[in-house]
């Protein structure tokens, strides 16, 4: 997979994420990746009660401003999160 279709298959699903992580072009799109893995770890804080119906709305808006940069070969950050790297 080239670069931009491994960065909008990172942001499908976590199953996506995992292919791209192994299958796609890695130093290409290390950013998507790096950035949808930083959402779904993050997304996980939707289980709180009263607050994560508010977290998972602006999860999903973050979800969005990702993918859409994604599909575009652009590298959009997400808002609070988009500065935190865990793939180097």
């Known amino acids: 997979m080239d670069a931009k279709t491994t960065g909008i298959v990172a942001y499908l699903t976590w199953i996506g994420l995992l292919v791209a992580y192994l299958a796609g072009d890695k130093e290409g799109a290390k950013f998507h990746i790096n950035q949808a893995l930083v959402l779904v770890l993050f997304?996980?804080?939707?289980?709180?009660?009263?607050?994560?119906?508010?977290?998972?709305?602006?999860?999903?808006?973050?979800?969005?401003?990702?993918?859409?940069?994604?599909?575009?070969?652009?590298?959009?950050?997400?808002?609070?999160?988009?500065?935190?790297?865990?793939?180097?």
Do not use: D, H, Y
Request: aromatic fraction near 16%.
């Open 43 to 88: 997304s996980l804080l939707s289980a709180i009660p009263f607050v994560g119906w508010a977290w998972s709305v602006f999860m999903f808006v973050c979800w969005i401003i990702a993918f859409v940069g994604a599909c575009q070969g652009q590298e959009n950050r997400v808002p609070l999160l988009g500065n935190i790297t865990i793939i180097k």
